[in-house]
C-alpha cells in the first residue's frame, strides 16, 4: 500500500513453514541447550522408611466389638458383614462415625436423637419436622413398603416420646451447655488414635460433665451393661483429656425402650492405666487380623445368644455352621 498514492499493488515473498513429525525435530532453548551440555546430577536413591509398627484409629465400638468376641469383631469390622441385612451399607457416611453395623432400629433412632432439638423443640415432638426426617432416614435405606415404613415410624416414635418424657431429657435441656453427636479423639503413645463419638454431652449447674449414651435394646441384662462399662469408660477418658480439672465423669446409659438408666462415675484415678488397656487390646487385635483360617479365632460363648452371627438353627456361630456344611467355604481368606 503506497500511501502517497493511497494504490496497492502485489508483491510476492517466500518463507518456510518448519513440520514437526517427532520430539527431536523441535529445536532447545539456549537453557536447554546449557542444561545440556552442564553435567548430569547423580540419581537421588531414599532408603525405604522403617515402620517398627502399624498404627491405627479404633473406636469406643471397635474395641468394645472385640472385648465381646473376637470372632465378631472379625466378622463385622474386618470382613464388615452387616448384622442385618438391610444395613449392607452405614447410614451414617461420615467417616468418622463409629455405628458400624449397628441395628436398624438403632442407627434410625440414634440420627432422630441427633436431630432432637429440631424435631423437639422445648421438649415436644414436632409430628411435620419429625416425619420429614424419618422419612429421609428410611427413603435411605430404601424401605419404601408403606406396611413396613409405618412400623418402623411408630417404633421410632415410641422410642423417641420415651425420652422426651423422662428426666434425664429435662436435665438436658436445663443444663449449662450440651453437644449432641461431639467427635472426641486422642493420641497414644504407641501413635494409634482412639477416637469416640458420644451421644450426648452435658454440664450440668454443678459443672459436672456428664456423658449420655442411648441403647435401643429392649430387655437390658446385668452382662449387657457390664460391655457397656468399658464404652463408657472409654468416652469418659476421652471428655477426662478435654477437661482434665473435673474430678469425675459421670455416665448414664439411657434405654430408649424403656426409660430406664443405668449410672457411672469415673474419678480420675479410674483413667491413670486406661490408655494402656486399650494399646493392649489394640495389639491383640493386631495378632488375629491376618488370621489363616475363621475356625482359628477364638469365640466368647457366653455372648453367643445376644449375638447377630449366631445361627440358631445348629446352635452355634456362622463360621462353625457354615464350615460344617462346606469345610472349604469359609477357612481360606
Avoid at 436435665?171 to 451447655?177: A, N, P
Avoid at 442411648?214 to 452382662?223: Q, V
Wanted: with cysteine.
Amino acid at each position: 500500500y503506497d500511501s502517497a498514492s493511497q494504490k496497492k499493488h502485489p508483491e510476492p515473498f517466500h518463507f518456510e513453514i518448519p513440520l514437526i513429525s517427532s520430539l527431536s525435530d523441535i529445536p532447545l532453548s539456549p537453557i536447554q541447550e546449557k542444561e545440556k551440555s552442564s553435567d548430569a546430577l547423580p540419581p537421588l536413591y531414599l532408603e525405604p522408611l522403617e515402620v517398627h509398627h502399624p498404627i491405627g484409629r479404633y473406636s469406643a465400638t471397635q474395641l468394645l466389638r472385640f472385648k465381646e468376641c473376637p470372632t465378631k469383631y472379625h466378622l463385622s469390622i474386618v470382613l464388615g458383614m452387616p448384622e442385618e441385612p438391610k444395613l449392607a451399607f452405614d447410614l451414617d457416611v461420615d467417616e468418622r462415625s463409629e455405628r458400624v453395623q449397628g441395628t436398624l432400629l438403632g442407627q434410625i433412632v440414634h440420627r432422630m436423637m441427633e436431630k432432637i432439638d429440631s424435631i423437639a423443640p422445648n421438649g415436644t415432638l414436632d409430628e411435620p419436622s419429625f416425619d420429614r426426617e424419618v422419612s429421609t432416614a428410611l427413603d435411605a435405606l430404601e424401605i419404601l413398603n408403606d406396611n413396613e415404613r409405618s412400623l418402623h415410624i411408630n417404633a421410632v416414635r415410641k422410642h423417641l416420646l420415651t425420652f422426651l418424657r423422662s428426666p434425664i431429657s429435662m436435665q438436658i435441656r436445663s443444663s449449662v451447655q450440651s453437644r449432641t453427636e461431639f467427635p472426641l479423639q486422642t493420641l497414644l503413645p504407641s501413635g494409634d488414635t482412639l477416637f469416640g463419638i458420644i451421644d450426648c454431652l452435658f454440664q450440668d449447674q454443678d459443672e459436672t460433665w456428664t456423658i449420655l449414651d442411648y441403647k435401643t435394646e429392649a430387655k437390658p441384662n446385668a452382662r449387657s451393661i457390664a460391655r457397656y462399662q468399658f464404652q463408657l469408660q472409654f468416652y469418659a477418658y476421652l471428655v477426662h483429656l478435654m477437661y482434665p480439672s473435673a474430678e469425675a465423669i459421670r455416665c448414664i446409659l439411657f434405654f430408649t425402650a424403656t426409660g430406664e438408666t443405668t449410672e457411672f462415675q469415673f474419678p480420675n484415678s479410674d483413667f491413670s492405666k486406661f490408655s494402656d488397656e486399650c494399646s493392649d487390646l489394640i495389639q491383640q487385635i493386631r495378632g488375629k487380623e491376618n488370621i489363616s483360617d475363621l475356625t482359628l479365632l477364638p469365640r466368647n460363648t457366653d455372648h453367643c445368644p445376644e449375638c447377630r452371627f449366631f445361627d440358631q438353627a445348629s446352635n452355634q456361630c456362622i463360621v462353625l455352621a457354615a464350615n460344617a456344611q462346606n469345610p472349604t467355604a469359609i477357612p481360606a481368606i
